[in-house]
Each structure stands twice: as structure tokens, then as C-alpha cells.
């Protein structure tokens, strides 16, 4: 099957700074990449959905200045959290959809932890 | 009311036992069906999908949907140690725009 990675897996960072999540698609060109937010025990919350080349679109309740969403080539989306605050800390799943199907490939998680 | 519902477990069993794992939703534009099985701290694995009501076989698990009740079913037959997991149950409409909805998942844990 198609393969997603992300990078980093884990991340510390300090209250204030900014973390950037990257998302690839390995064998595949992803015309449309989604990002979730999983608390534990939790189910997956759809954050956003990008499509390349143009601005994101944003769930309710998700502000998008925070979320910095880019999904620049057909293979790579990055999510940037600005400012981070120890609420942010959460694992962050990305998944990747080509232009045939309905199904979603998911990537393996970035677990953020913000101090 | 969340447009899907699944029972967060935990849901204990000896091994060899056959497992049961249901959602219900209430959206009846979702024409697409998916479960999911997450293991700790790792992204979420497609393990099967369907479009259309009855069942899908897949080696020891099926997948049943009941279109007419909004109620989708896992079995696993044979449950093993390694089938430990969280089990989420998806689902869309169709269309590439469509997002899928996911269940809280259900923990499962089978005893050796």
C-alpha cells in the first residue's frame, strides 16, 4: 500500500516557540492531505484539509493563524504550530489521498510536547 | 449528537475468542465504511473498507454493514495477543472532497 511518513516522530519544545510537522506521501502524489490532533484515549479530530497549491481549510474551532498549514508540492504538507502552549501538546497524524480513491493513507504520528 | 458512536471499551477477552466491535452513525449520506486498528502511540492502519450493506471477509476478520440500522460491525475470528489494539470505525460519503468521520475507537485487549 501507499506509504506516508512524518517527521519528526516526537518533539519537545519550550512554551513559545514554534514546531514544524512534516508530512510526505513515499510512492504517491497527494493531491489532498488532511491533518489530525489525537488527545490520548481520544479519537482522531480532523484539524484540516489541503489541497496543493492552495490555502487550507480549517475545521471549526481551529485557528488557522496558529496552525500554519502549506501544502507546497504534491508529496509534502508541513503544519507549523506558532506559539506553542503546553494545551498544544497532543500526537499529530497526518494522511494523504491521491486523486483515484476515497481511501486516506495515514502517516505514523508526531508526538509534541510542549514544556 | 456525534455523528459516530463507538464504545470506547476497554474490552477484555481470553484468546481464540471471537471479538465484536460496533459503531452507529447517524449521517445517512456516509456511503463509505472503514476500520481502522491503531496500535499505542502509532498512526492508524486501514485494516478494511466497504461501500455497500452485507458482509467482507478479510482472513480472520469481517466487516458487516447494515445500512438500513446505521450500524457497522468488526469481527475478529481467532483473536490473538497481537490483535491488542485500539480499533477505530470511519466513514464518508463518497467523493474525494468527503472527510471521514472517525468513532472514539474501541480498546481491545486479548489475554493470553
Known amino acids: 500500500g501507499a506509504v506516508v511518513s512524518q517527521h519528526p516522530s516526537r518533539v519537545i519544545c519550550k512554551s513559545g516557540t514554534s514546531v514544524k510537522i512534516e508530512c510526505r506521501s513515499l510512492d504517491f502524489q497527494a493531491t489532498t492531505m488532511f491533518w489530525y490532533r489525537q488527545f490520548p484515549k481520544q479519537s482522531l479530530m480532523l484539524m484540516a484539509t489541503?489541497?496543493?497549491?492552495?490555502?487550507?481549510?480549517?475545521e471549526q474551532g481551529v485557528e488557522k493563524d496558529k496552525f500554519l498549514i502549506n501544502h507546497a508540492s504534491l508529496t509534502l504538507s508541513t503544519l507549523t504550530v506558532t506559539s506553542a502552549h503546553p494545551e498544544d501538546s497532543s500526537f499529530y497524524i497526518c494522511s494523504a489521498r491521491d486523486h483515484s480513491g476515497d481511501e486516506q493513507f495515514f502517516g505514523p504520528g508526531t508526538r509534541l510536547t510542549v514544556l | 449528537q456525534k455523528e459516530v458512536e463507538q464504545d470506547p471499551g476497554p474490552l477484555s477477552v481470553p484468546e481464540g475468542a471471537i471479538v465484536s466491535l460496533n459503531c452507529t452513525y447517524s449521517?445517512?449520506?456516509?456511503?463509505?465504511f472503514m476500520w481502522y486498528r491503531q496500535y499505542s502511540r502509532k498512526g492508524p492502519e486501514l485494516l478494511m473498507y466497504t461501500y455497500s450493506s452485507g458482509n467482507k471477509e478479510d482472513g480472520r476478520f469481517t466487516a458487516q454493514v447494515d445500512k438500513s440500522s446505521k450500524y457497522i460491525s468488526l469481527f475478529i475470528r481467532d483473536s490473538q495477543p497481537s490483535d491488542s489494539a485500539t480499533y477505530l470505525c470511519?466513514?464518508?460519503?463518497?467523493?474525494?472532497?468527503?472527510?471521514?468521520?472517525f468513532g472514539s475507537g474501541t480498546r481491545l485487549s486479548i489475554r493470553p
Open positions: 470511519a466513514m464518508s460519503a463518497m467523493g474525494s472532497a468527503s472527510k471521514i468521520i
Open positions: 489541503s489541497n496543493e497549491g492552495s490555502k487550507a481549510t480549517y
Open positions: 449521517n445517512s449520506a456516509f456511503q463509505y
